[in-house]
Protein backbone atom coordinates (compact mmCIF):
# COMPACT_ATOMS: atom_id res chain seq x y z
CA UNK A 1 0.00 0.00 0.00
CA UNK A 2 1.27 3.30 -0.70
CA UNK A 3 2.73 5.50 2.36
CA UNK A 4 0.47 8.73 3.15
CA UNK A 5 1.84 11.86 2.99
CA UNK A 6 0.59 15.49 3.76
CA UNK A 7 -0.83 16.69 0.48
CA UNK A 8 2.11 19.05 -1.38
CA UNK A 9 2.24 22.49 0.10
CA UNK A 10 1.12 21.59 3.83
CA UNK A 11 3.06 20.93 6.75
CA UNK A 12 3.04 18.87 10.04
CA UNK A 13 4.29 20.75 12.70
CA UNK A 14 5.34 18.17 16.00
CA UNK A 15 5.74 18.76 19.47
CA UNK A 16 8.79 20.22 18.93
CA UNK A 17 7.85 22.76 17.00
CA UNK A 18 4.90 23.79 18.58
CA UNK A 19 6.21 25.28 21.51
CA UNK A 20 7.72 28.02 19.49
CA UNK A 21 4.24 28.46 17.57
CA UNK A 22 2.45 28.85 21.02
CA UNK A 23 5.13 31.37 21.82
CA UNK A 24 4.57 33.69 18.81
CA UNK A 25 0.74 32.75 19.06
CA UNK A 26 0.29 33.94 22.70
CA UNK A 27 3.00 37.61 21.77
CA UNK A 28 0.75 38.28 19.39
CA UNK A 29 -2.69 37.69 21.48
CA UNK A 30 -0.78 39.91 24.25
CA UNK A 31 0.24 42.84 22.44
CA UNK A 32 -3.00 43.10 20.56
CA UNK A 33 -4.41 42.77 24.18
CA UNK A 34 -2.59 45.30 25.54
CA UNK A 35 -4.10 47.91 22.62
CA UNK A 36 -7.26 46.38 23.24
CA UNK A 37 -7.81 44.63 20.43
CA UNK A 38 -10.14 41.91 20.37
CA UNK A 39 -10.50 38.41 19.09
CA UNK A 40 -13.33 37.44 15.87
CA UNK A 41 -12.90 34.12 14.39
CA UNK A 42 -14.86 33.35 11.47
CA UNK A 43 -15.54 30.48 9.35
CA UNK A 44 -12.60 28.61 7.01
CA UNK A 45 -14.71 29.18 3.75
CA UNK A 46 -17.51 31.65 2.52
CA UNK A 47 -18.89 31.97 -0.35
CA UNK A 48 -16.75 32.46 -3.41
CA UNK A 49 -18.34 35.67 -4.65
CA UNK A 50 -17.32 37.58 -1.15
CA UNK A 51 -13.59 37.32 -2.34
CA UNK A 52 -13.83 37.90 -5.73
CA UNK A 53 -15.95 41.25 -5.14
CA UNK A 54 -13.54 42.35 -2.58
CA UNK A 55 -9.82 40.93 -3.60
CA UNK A 56 -10.82 42.07 -6.83
CA UNK A 57 -10.66 39.64 -9.92
CA UNK A 58 -7.24 40.39 -11.27
CA UNK A 59 -5.31 39.89 -8.76
CA UNK A 60 -3.22 36.28 -8.68
CA UNK A 61 -5.03 35.75 -5.58
CA UNK A 62 -8.21 35.57 -6.79
CA UNK A 63 -7.77 34.72 -11.02
CA UNK A 64 -5.19 31.43 -9.40
CA UNK A 65 -4.61 30.56 -5.89
CA UNK A 66 -7.97 29.87 -4.08
CA UNK A 67 -9.67 26.74 -3.12
CA UNK A 68 -12.87 26.82 -5.00
CA UNK A 69 -15.20 23.71 -4.82
CA UNK A 70 -19.55 23.35 -5.28
CA UNK A 71 -20.87 21.92 -1.98
CA UNK A 72 -23.54 19.21 -2.54
CA UNK A 73 -26.52 21.92 -3.22
CA UNK A 74 -23.88 23.16 -6.21
CA UNK A 75 -23.47 26.52 -4.07
CA UNK A 76 -20.03 27.81 -4.77
CA UNK A 77 -17.35 28.21 -2.06
CA UNK A 78 -14.10 28.98 -1.15
CA UNK A 79 -11.62 28.17 1.43
CA UNK A 80 -10.62 31.64 2.64
CA UNK A 81 -7.06 32.62 0.80
CA UNK A 82 -6.78 35.53 3.44
CA UNK A 83 -8.60 36.86 6.46
CA UNK A 84 -10.03 40.71 5.90
CA UNK A 85 -13.23 39.50 3.29
CA UNK A 86 -14.94 37.71 5.56
CA UNK A 87 -14.03 40.10 8.74
CA UNK A 88 -16.05 42.76 6.77
CA UNK A 89 -18.49 40.66 5.67
CA UNK A 90 -19.60 39.40 9.82
CA UNK A 91 -18.69 43.29 10.61
CA UNK A 92 -21.89 44.00 8.29
CA UNK A 93 -23.84 40.74 9.37
CA UNK A 94 -24.00 41.89 12.79
CA UNK A 95 -24.38 45.54 12.08
CA UNK A 96 -20.90 45.83 14.62
CA UNK A 97 -21.05 49.91 13.27
CA UNK A 98 -24.57 49.95 15.86
CA UNK A 99 -22.50 48.79 18.59
CA UNK A 100 -20.08 51.35 18.36
CA UNK A 101 -18.33 53.13 16.17
CA UNK A 102 -14.32 52.16 16.14
CA UNK A 103 -13.85 48.21 16.50
CA UNK A 104 -10.20 46.88 17.15
CA UNK A 105 -10.65 43.31 16.13
CA UNK A 106 -7.73 40.45 15.65
CA UNK A 107 -7.55 36.67 13.99
CA UNK A 108 -5.66 34.03 14.37
CA UNK A 109 -6.47 31.05 11.52
CA UNK A 110 -5.58 28.95 8.67
CA UNK A 111 -6.01 30.35 5.35
CA UNK A 112 -5.52 28.27 1.69
CA UNK A 113 -3.56 29.47 -1.39
CA UNK A 114 -2.55 27.33 -4.14
CA UNK A 115 0.50 28.81 -4.63
CA UNK A 116 4.11 27.10 -5.66
CA UNK A 117 5.36 25.87 -2.40
CA UNK A 118 8.63 27.59 -1.34
CA UNK A 119 10.44 27.42 1.99
CA UNK A 120 8.35 29.36 5.10
CA UNK A 121 5.22 29.68 2.16
CA UNK A 122 2.56 26.91 2.26
CA UNK A 123 -0.47 25.82 0.59
CA UNK A 124 -2.15 26.29 4.03
CA UNK A 125 -0.91 28.61 5.80
CA UNK A 126 -1.91 30.71 9.44
CA UNK A 127 -2.53 34.15 9.77
CA UNK A 128 -2.31 36.06 12.23
CA UNK A 129 -3.75 39.93 11.83
CA UNK A 130 -5.63 43.01 13.05
CA UNK A 131 -8.18 44.99 11.84
CA UNK A 132 -8.97 48.41 13.39
CA UNK A 133 -12.24 49.25 11.53
CA UNK A 134 -14.36 52.82 12.24
CA UNK A 135 -11.67 55.70 11.50
CA UNK A 136 -10.24 57.67 8.68
CA UNK A 137 -7.54 59.09 11.28
CA UNK A 138 -3.97 58.69 10.39
CA UNK A 139 -2.76 57.64 14.18
CA UNK A 140 -4.76 54.47 13.45
CA UNK A 141 -2.47 53.65 10.61
CA UNK A 142 0.39 54.67 12.61
CA UNK A 143 -0.90 52.58 15.46
CA UNK A 144 -1.20 49.17 13.55
CA UNK A 145 2.24 49.33 12.10
CA UNK A 146 3.36 50.04 15.74
CA UNK A 147 1.51 47.83 16.94
CA UNK A 148 3.02 44.98 14.61
CA UNK A 149 6.81 46.79 14.73
CA UNK A 150 6.35 45.78 18.90
CA UNK A 151 5.19 42.62 18.19
CA UNK A 152 8.40 41.45 16.20
CA UNK A 153 10.74 43.38 18.20
CA UNK A 154 9.51 41.33 21.44
CA UNK A 155 9.41 38.00 19.43
CA UNK A 156 13.17 39.13 18.93
CA UNK A 157 13.53 40.17 15.64
CA UNK A 158 15.18 43.45 15.74
CA UNK A 159 15.79 44.64 12.46
CA UNK A 160 12.35 45.44 11.39
CA UNK A 161 11.57 48.10 9.48
CA UNK A 162 8.44 49.67 7.93
CA UNK A 163 8.00 50.40 4.71
CA UNK A 164 5.32 52.49 3.36
CA UNK A 165 3.31 53.50 0.23
CA UNK A 166 0.61 55.44 -0.64
CA UNK A 167 -2.09 53.86 -3.39
CA UNK A 168 -4.32 56.93 -3.30
CA UNK A 169 -8.31 57.11 -3.29
CA UNK A 170 -10.65 56.94 -5.73
CA UNK A 171 -10.42 60.02 -6.81
CA UNK A 172 -6.97 60.11 -7.66
CA UNK A 173 -6.97 56.31 -8.81
CA UNK A 174 -7.52 57.10 -12.24
CA UNK A 175 -4.84 59.61 -12.50
CA UNK A 176 -1.67 57.59 -10.50
CA UNK A 177 -2.93 54.60 -13.51
CA UNK A 178 -2.91 57.05 -16.73
CA UNK A 179 0.60 58.17 -15.17
CA UNK A 180 1.43 54.59 -15.00
CA UNK A 181 0.09 53.36 -18.13
CA UNK A 182 2.08 56.34 -19.94
CA UNK A 183 5.45 55.31 -18.34
CA UNK A 184 4.67 51.96 -19.24
CA UNK A 185 3.37 52.01 -22.85
CA UNK A 186 6.73 52.40 -24.43
CA UNK A 187 7.92 48.28 -22.55
CA UNK A 188 4.12 47.00 -22.90
CA UNK A 189 5.68 44.48 -25.29
CA UNK A 190 8.26 43.32 -22.90
CA UNK A 191 6.15 42.65 -20.16
CA UNK A 192 4.50 39.41 -19.11
CA UNK A 193 0.92 38.11 -20.40
CA UNK A 194 -0.26 39.29 -16.88
CA UNK A 195 1.24 42.31 -16.89
CA UNK A 196 -0.22 43.15 -20.47
CA UNK A 197 -3.56 41.90 -19.54
CA UNK A 198 -3.39 44.20 -16.05
CA UNK A 199 -2.63 47.20 -17.69
CA UNK A 200 -5.63 47.62 -19.54
CA UNK A 201 -7.92 45.74 -16.42
CA UNK A 202 -5.74 46.97 -13.31
CA UNK A 203 -2.61 48.74 -14.17
CA UNK A 204 -1.78 49.27 -10.23
CA UNK A 205 -1.74 45.42 -10.29
CA UNK A 206 1.50 45.29 -12.36
CA UNK A 207 3.62 46.43 -9.97
CA UNK A 208 2.80 42.90 -8.35
CA UNK A 209 4.59 41.13 -10.92
CA UNK A 210 7.31 39.60 -9.23
CA UNK A 211 9.00 38.06 -12.60
CA UNK A 212 12.62 38.80 -12.87
CA UNK A 213 11.58 39.79 -17.16
CA UNK A 214 9.15 42.31 -15.78
CA UNK A 215 11.08 44.37 -12.55
CA UNK A 216 12.98 45.91 -14.38
CA UNK A 217 11.18 47.99 -15.83
CA UNK A 218 9.17 49.18 -12.63
CA UNK A 219 12.76 50.90 -11.21
CA UNK A 220 12.62 53.99 -12.58
CA UNK A 221 8.40 54.37 -12.16
CA UNK A 222 7.03 57.40 -11.21
CA UNK A 223 6.36 57.84 -7.87
CA UNK A 224 2.94 57.35 -7.17
CA UNK A 225 2.98 60.20 -4.62
CA UNK A 226 3.25 62.93 -7.40
CA UNK A 227 -0.10 61.95 -8.81
CA UNK A 228 -1.89 61.61 -5.18
CA UNK A 229 -4.63 64.19 -4.87
CA UNK A 230 -4.19 67.00 -1.63
CA UNK A 231 -6.40 64.98 1.02
CA UNK A 232 -4.19 61.85 0.09
CA UNK A 233 -0.99 63.47 0.73
CA UNK A 234 -2.02 65.16 3.74
CA UNK A 235 -3.10 61.45 5.19
CA UNK A 236 0.06 60.35 4.36
CA UNK A 237 2.14 62.65 5.70
CA UNK A 238 0.40 62.63 8.79
CA UNK A 239 1.14 58.63 9.04
CA UNK A 240 4.65 59.34 8.87
CA UNK A 241 4.59 62.61 11.09
CA UNK A 242 3.24 59.79 13.77
CA UNK A 243 5.36 57.51 13.05
CA UNK A 244 8.46 59.95 13.46
CA UNK A 245 7.07 61.02 16.52
CA UNK A 246 7.13 57.77 18.20
CA UNK A 247 10.53 57.22 16.81
CA UNK A 248 10.25 55.17 14.29
CA UNK A 249 12.70 54.96 11.43
CA UNK A 250 10.60 54.02 8.26
CA UNK A 251 11.64 53.94 4.48
CA UNK A 252 9.32 54.72 1.26
CA UNK A 253 8.80 51.64 -0.98
CA UNK A 254 7.55 53.93 -3.86
CA UNK A 255 6.46 50.18 -5.69
CA UNK A 256 4.65 48.62 -3.04
CA UNK A 257 1.27 48.25 -3.94
CA UNK A 258 -0.04 45.12 -2.06
CA UNK A 259 -1.64 42.29 -3.85
CA UNK A 260 -4.85 43.22 -2.94
CA UNK A 261 -7.53 45.60 -4.90
CA UNK A 262 -9.41 47.04 -1.56
CA UNK A 263 -6.25 48.76 -0.29
CA UNK A 264 -6.58 52.53 -0.88
CA UNK A 265 -4.11 55.18 0.87
CA UNK A 266 -1.55 53.39 3.49
CA UNK A 267 0.32 50.67 2.01
CA UNK A 268 2.89 48.79 4.03
CA UNK A 269 5.12 45.73 4.46
CA UNK A 270 7.41 44.80 8.35
CA UNK A 271 11.03 43.73 6.60
CA UNK A 272 13.66 41.97 8.16
CA UNK A 273 16.57 42.46 5.97
CA UNK A 274 17.32 38.91 7.51
CA UNK A 275 14.87 37.20 5.08
CA UNK A 276 16.77 37.61 2.06
CA UNK A 277 15.02 39.11 -1.23
CA UNK A 278 11.22 37.94 0.19
CA UNK A 279 12.03 40.32 2.73
CA UNK A 280 8.53 41.14 4.20
CA UNK A 281 7.59 39.70 7.36
CA UNK A 282 4.01 40.67 7.63
CA UNK A 283 1.45 43.20 5.26
CA UNK A 284 -1.06 45.56 5.37
CA UNK A 285 -2.71 48.88 4.98
CA UNK A 286 -5.44 50.70 4.48
CA UNK A 287 -9.16 49.56 2.78
CA UNK A 288 -11.49 52.39 3.55
CA UNK A 289 -14.05 51.18 0.67
CA UNK A 290 -14.38 47.55 1.12
CA UNK A 291 -17.58 47.53 3.80
CA UNK A 292 -19.47 49.64 1.96
CA UNK A 293 -18.56 48.07 -1.23
CA UNK A 294 -20.05 45.10 0.14
CA UNK A 295 -23.05 46.50 1.01
CA UNK A 296 -22.33 47.58 4.26
CA UNK A 297 -21.57 51.38 6.21
CA UNK A 298 -19.66 53.34 5.41
CA UNK A 299 -15.81 51.90 7.76
CA UNK A 300 -12.87 53.24 6.86
CA UNK A 301 -10.63 50.20 8.18
CA UNK A 302 -6.82 49.74 8.26
CA UNK A 303 -5.13 46.28 9.26
CA UNK A 304 -2.43 44.15 8.76
CA UNK A 305 -1.49 40.50 8.59
CA UNK A 306 0.98 37.63 8.74
CA UNK A 307 2.21 34.46 8.20
CA UNK A 308 3.39 32.16 11.16
CA UNK A 309 5.52 29.73 9.17
CA UNK A 310 7.39 32.35 7.92
CA UNK A 311 8.13 33.74 11.47
CA UNK A 312 8.69 30.61 12.55
CA UNK A 313 11.83 29.98 10.45
CA UNK A 314 12.83 33.98 11.85
CA UNK A 315 12.16 33.70 15.89
CA UNK A 316 14.39 32.02 18.21
CA UNK A 317 13.17 28.34 18.87
CA UNK A 318 15.33 27.94 22.00
CA UNK A 319 12.42 27.75 24.96
CA UNK A 320 13.04 26.79 28.38
CA UNK A 321 10.59 24.09 28.99
CA UNK A 322 8.52 24.41 32.42
CA UNK A 323 10.02 22.78 35.08
CA UNK A 324 8.50 19.49 35.98
CA UNK A 325 8.48 16.96 38.93
CA UNK A 326 8.66 13.05 38.05
CA UNK A 327 7.14 10.43 40.46
CA UNK A 328 8.11 7.21 40.64
CA UNK A 329 8.18 4.03 43.47
CA UNK A 330 10.67 0.90 43.41
CA UNK A 331 7.76 -1.09 44.75
CA UNK A 332 4.44 -2.11 43.07
CA UNK A 333 2.48 -1.29 46.73
CA UNK A 334 3.23 2.53 46.42
CA UNK A 335 1.68 2.97 42.90
CA UNK A 336 -1.38 4.40 44.41
CA UNK A 337 0.95 6.92 46.48
CA UNK A 338 2.16 7.70 43.39
CA UNK A 339 -1.03 8.34 41.24
CA UNK A 340 -2.25 10.07 43.63
CA UNK A 341 0.53 12.55 44.79
CA UNK A 342 0.77 13.65 40.83
CA UNK A 343 -2.57 14.68 40.92
CA UNK A 344 -2.11 16.27 43.55
CA UNK A 345 0.85 18.90 42.25
CA UNK A 346 -0.91 19.30 39.49
CA UNK A 347 -4.50 20.28 41.32
CA UNK A 348 -1.58 23.21 42.62
CA UNK A 349 -0.61 24.27 39.14
CA UNK A 350 2.88 22.17 38.92
CA UNK A 351 3.68 20.26 35.86
CA UNK A 352 3.99 16.76 37.20
CA UNK A 353 3.71 12.98 35.14
CA UNK A 354 5.03 9.35 37.06
CA UNK A 355 5.47 6.28 35.94
CA UNK A 356 3.52 3.34 37.11
CA UNK A 357 6.74 0.55 37.22
CA UNK A 358 8.85 -0.22 40.00
CA UNK A 359 12.69 0.48 38.23
CA UNK A 360 15.26 0.65 39.92
CA UNK A 361 16.27 4.06 41.14
CA UNK A 362 19.00 4.24 37.89
CA UNK A 363 15.82 3.22 35.85
CA UNK A 364 13.51 6.14 37.02
CA UNK A 365 16.76 8.25 36.82
CA UNK A 366 16.62 7.39 33.32
CA UNK A 367 12.94 7.93 32.84
CA UNK A 368 12.91 11.06 33.96
CA UNK A 369 15.88 12.20 32.23
CA UNK A 370 13.82 11.05 29.09
CA UNK A 371 11.22 13.21 29.60
CA UNK A 372 12.58 16.30 30.49
CA UNK A 373 11.78 16.30 34.10
CA UNK A 374 13.75 18.65 35.95
CA UNK A 375 12.79 16.93 39.62
CA UNK A 376 12.93 13.40 39.68
CA UNK A 377 11.01 11.94 42.96
CA UNK A 378 11.47 8.40 43.75
CA UNK A 379 9.37 6.43 46.79
CA UNK A 380 11.11 4.30 48.65
CA UNK A 381 9.88 0.54 49.14
CA UNK A 382 8.71 0.93 52.62
CA UNK A 383 6.52 3.72 51.42
CA UNK A 384 7.70 6.04 54.53
CA UNK A 385 9.85 8.53 52.60
CA UNK A 386 11.00 9.79 49.47
CA UNK A 387 14.30 10.44 47.70
CA UNK A 388 14.06 14.11 45.83
CA UNK A 389 16.20 14.99 43.19
CA UNK A 390 16.13 18.68 43.52
CA UNK A 391 19.95 20.13 43.81
CA UNK A 392 21.26 17.49 46.27
CA UNK A 393 19.55 13.96 46.21
CA UNK A 394 17.66 14.76 49.84
CA UNK A 395 14.78 12.59 52.02
CA UNK A 396 11.73 13.67 52.72
CA UNK A 397 9.30 11.94 54.92
CA UNK A 398 5.84 10.86 52.12
CA UNK A 399 3.43 12.83 54.76
CA UNK A 400 5.29 16.09 53.62
CA UNK A 401 5.97 15.54 50.38
CA UNK A 402 3.40 17.57 48.84
CA UNK A 403 4.62 21.06 51.13
CA UNK A 404 8.13 19.89 50.18
CA UNK A 405 7.42 19.81 46.32
CA UNK A 406 5.05 22.96 46.18
CA UNK A 407 7.69 24.76 47.58
CA UNK A 408 10.34 23.40 45.30
CA UNK A 409 8.62 23.55 42.04
CA UNK A 410 7.43 26.99 40.42
CA UNK A 411 4.22 27.00 39.72
CA UNK A 412 2.95 26.26 35.59
CA UNK A 413 2.02 29.70 34.35
CA UNK A 414 -1.16 30.42 32.87
CA UNK A 415 -1.60 30.32 29.29
ZN1 LIG B 1 -6.69 60.65 -3.23
ZN1 LIG C 1 4.84 40.76 -15.39
Aim: charged share 20%.
Amino acid sequence: MASFQTPRGTVDYLPDKTPLWQKIERTARHIFELYNYQEIKTPIFESTDLFTSSIGGDTDIVSKEMYTFLDKKGRSLTLRPEGTAAIARAYIQHALHRKGNHHLLFYVGPMFRYERPQAGRFRQFTQIGVENIGSPDPACDAEVIIMGIKLFKTLGITDIVPQLNTVGCPICRPVIEERLKQFLESSLTALCGDCQTRFDTNPLRILDCKKNSCTPYFSAMPDIRQSICQSCHDHFDQVLTYLDTHGVTFEINPNLVRGLDYYNRTAFELVSKHLGSQNAVCGGGRYDSLISRLGGPSSPAVGFAFGMERLMALVNSDIPPVPMVYIGCLDPNQYSICFSLTHQLRDRGIKAINHLDALSTNGHLKRASKSNAAIPVIIQASGQCAIVYSSTPTSVPVTSLLAHLVELAPQHPMM
